[in-house]
């Protein structure tokens, strides 16, 4: 299949740096943002940036009739899934292809539950730094997605219609075929990185250098690879070192999103990063003391912010 419309909800960082290149690429009327009508009025009364250029996107509102999309985009935080999976419900049709943007482990089984796991690819956004205040973003660096099947060595007919799509649309990626420990990968390295810097630091430069926020982000990373091994995913410590180069590879001075949220006085992810850690490490009766004092603390955090 050859795809040419698509519906994307949620226009957090991801949201907006995608958004942005699909609308420098496509009709404007083959782009679907989905909001509620709240959203929608306050988008187009204080605009959506993108490195200074207001952007002008195309909204609908879920409760629009207007036919399914050829692949659906989900950029929200997964505190936000739930309402995005039954707000996409009229842009979904037989052959629509569903791609999660999202962090951690699980969005894609949740999306899956109710759309059919023969919808969803699985997905992994790396090596980008924007920075977004309200609904302006920034970035250097876009990075890429990387995209698979949840079966190791295949590439279904899906992941290769997505990949002809980005390459029309200059969209940065690379097709995986062990699609499933890349995702724990990402989730190991966002569980260290994110929250290490969100507590002990300001930025990913904080990690490059010795110091607490690098030592507490390889310690939380390393007891997801011990996690992974109950799990049956194996991560290794050349997974751990590849990862961390990811992070390398960006701009030092640019911020991981949860220490973006506390700086603004959002709630984070944290119970998707630690709080999955902690879950699993029940489950495995495997000890994960760094993350339980991240949770700890972040929770702490969160607790302050001004109503």
Same mark, same amino acid.
């Given at each position: 299949?050859?795809?040419?419309?698509?519906? /994307?909800?949620?226009?957090? &960082? %991801?949201?907006?740096?995608?958004?942005? #290149?699909?609308?420098? =690429?496509?009709?404007?009327? &083959?782009?679907? !943002?989905?909001?509620?009508?709240?959203? !929608?009025?306050?988008?187009?009364?204080?605009?959506?940036?993108?490195?200074?250029?207001?952007?002008?996107?195309?909204?609908?509102?879920? $409760?629009?009739?207007?036919?399914?999309?050829?692949? !659906?985009?989900?950029?929200?935080?997964?505190?936000?899934?739930?309402? @995005?999976?039954? @707000?996409?419900?009229?842009?979904?049709?037989?052959?629509? !292809?569903?791609?999660?943007?999202?962090?951690?482990?699980?969005?894609?089984?949740?999306?899956?539950?109710?759309?059919?796991? +023969?919808?969803?690819?699985?997905?992994?956004?790396?090596?980008?730094?924007?920075?977004?205040?309200?609904?302006? %973003?920034?970035?250097?660096?876009?990075?890429?997605?990387?995209?698979?099947? #949840?079966?190791?060595? *295949?590439?279904?007919?899906? $992941?290769?219609?997505? @990949?002809?799509?980005?390459? #029309?649309?200059?969209?940065?990626? +690379? $097709?995986?075929?062990?699609?499933?420990?890349?995702?724990?990968?990402?989730? /190991?390295?966002?569980?260290?990185?994110?929250?290490?810097?969100?507590?002990?630091?300001?930025?990913?430069?904080?990690?490059?250098?010795?110091?607490?926020?690098?030592?507490?982000?390889?310690?939380?990373?390393? +007891?997801?690879? @011990?996690?992974?091994?109950?799990?049956?995913?194996?991560? =290794?410590?050349?997974?751990?070192?590849?990862? $961390?180069?990811?992070?390398?590879?960006?701009?030092?001075?640019?911020?991981?999103?949860?220490?973006?949220?506390?700086?603004?006085?959002?709630?984070? +992810? *944290?119970?998707?990063?630690?709080?999955?850690?902690?879950?699993?490490?029940?489950?495995?009766?495997?000890?994960?003391?760094?993350?339980?004092?991240?949770?700890?603390?972040?929770?702490?955090?969160?607790?302050?912010?001004?109503?």
């Amino acid at each position: 299949m050859e795809i040419k419309t698509v519906s /994307m909800i949620g226009l957090g &960082s %991801l949201g907006i740096l995608f958004g942005s #290149r699909l609308l420098q =690429t496509m009709p404007r009327e &083959s782009l679907r !943002i989905i909001a509620d009508r709240d959203r !929608i009025e306050k988008y187009e009364r204080d605009g959506v940036y993108c490195n200074g250029e207001r952007l002008q996107f195309r909204f609908v509102e879920p $409760v629009e009739t207007c036919g399914p999309s050829d692949l !659906i985009i989900f950029a929200v935080k997964y505190t936000g899934l739930g309402d @995005a999976i039954g @707000a996409v419900r009229n842009h979904v049709g037989e052959n629509t !292809i569903i791609l999660s943007l999202l962090n951690g482990i699980s969005s894609e089984a949740v999306i899956g539950q109710t759309y059919g796991m +023969e919808k969803v690819l699985y997905c992994v956004a790396q090596a980008m730094d924007p920075i977004k205040s309200g609904s302006r %973003l920034t970035y250097t660096h876009m990075g890429s997605l990387c995209i698979g099947d #949840r079966e190791p060595g *295949v590439v279904s007919e899906k $992941v290769k219609a997505v @990949a002809e799509f980005f390459d #029309r649309k200059k969209i940065p990626y +690379e $097709v995986c075929i062990d699609m499933y420990k890349r995702l724990w990968g990402k989730f /190991m390295l966002n569980t260290g990185v994110n929250q290490a810097v969100a507590v002990f630091g300001e930025k990913y430069g904080d990690t490059r250098v010795e110091g607490r926020a690098r030592d507490v982000m390889i310690a939380a990373m390393r +007891e997801v690879m @011990a996690l992974s091994w109950k799990e049956g995913i194996n991560l =290794t410590e050349d997974d751990l070192n590849y990862w $961390v180069g990811v992070i390398n590879s960006v701009s030092p001075d640019g911020k991981p999103s949860m220490r973006q949220d506390v700086e603004a006085g959002r709630l984070s +992810e *944290v119970d998707l990063f630690a709080g999955t850690v902690l879950e699993l490490g029940r489950k495995h009766n495997v000890p994960t003391p760094v993350n339980e004092m991240l949770y700890n603390r972040i929770k702490e955090m969160e607790s302050k912010y001004k109503p």
